[in-house]
């Protein structure tokens, strides 16, 4: 009976693992997007964030935005508009991953045509969308890229635009200026040595403080000797009790 069980068990694990491997073969794209989306709610993953490489063009600039290269954003300019991505530290981006080859692919940015993927006849291969390709393929804007397990998405910017001057009274609603800062601090300087001024320094200005032993009265020269030795007696009673206990 327990043997039965068991077989039954493990083919209908095989079945699953047939059927997982089938979907991922088909859907890789959408299954990789649900696990990142459950992966979002996840408190101890929240190193993971989204990756992605975007493509500039700007006037006569052409680059690369990523946070592929070491968890970190940064911006990538190559001359020739070639940038290799693979684990191998030589690469323009290089990624610490297993299942990708030494030198993967390449994005490849083509003069008044666009931005292209490349695969290097890579082991694991290269997807977009979640198809295969075999030749260059330009790239749009929002595309999804998995080279071997690593994915990300590709966003394209070919516009700039420079925004109008904020309204002064919205401008004056945001963080001060350095100059207003500074202001303030020499304002409030004076203000605070004008009180001190007010004040004979012969005199003994008293701060009264509530605590667990009574209400002390301290001045410039600190607790008066009395208070000191009050202190003492009751730390000492408070102790005996204790001990008593």
């Known amino acids: 009976m327990n043997t039965n069980f068991s077989n039954y068990e493990l083919e209908r694990r095989l079945s699953l693992y047939h059927v997982f491997l089938t979907l991922y073969e088909r859907h890789g794209d959408l299954l990789d997007r649900i696990l990142q989306l459950e992966n979002l709610y996840q408190p101890s993953l929240k190193g993971e ?3 992605y490489v975007q493509g500039v063009v700007e006037d006569s600039s052409v680059y690369l935005i990523t946070n592929l290269c070491d968890n970190q954003t940064q911006t990538l300019e190559q001359m020739q508009h070639i940038w290799t991505i693979g ?6 981006i290089c990624a610490d991953n297993r299942h990708l ?6 994005i490849q940015y083509i003069e008044c045509q666009g931005f292209y993927l490349v695969d290097f006849h890579s082991t694991n291969g290269s997807f977009v969308n979640g198809e295969s390709i075999y030749q260059p393929t330009k790239l749009q804007d929002g595309d999804r890229i998995r080279l071997g397990s690593l994915t990300f998405d590709f966003f394209l910017n070919h516009q700039h635009r420079v925004l109008p001057a ?7 609603q945001l963080i001060p200026s350095t100059a207003n800062i500074q202001q303030q601090e020499l304002g409030s300087h004076s203000a605070a040595q004008k009180t001190d001024d007010l004040v004979s320094p012969d005199e003994t200005v008293q701060i009264s403080l509530e605590c667990a032993w009574g209400r002390l009265e301290y001045g410039r020269d600190g607790l008066q000797e009395q208070q000191k030795s009050d202190i ?3 730390f000492f009673q408070q102790s005996t009790r204790t001990d008593c206990r």
């Open 166 to 172: 904020l309204p002064t009274d919205l401008v004056t």
């Open 87 to 92: 684990r191998d530290r030589s690469n323009g």
């Open 49 to 51: 964030h989204l990756r």
């Open 101 to 106: 080859s030494r030198c993967h692919a390449a």
């Open 232 to 234: 003492l007696d009751r």
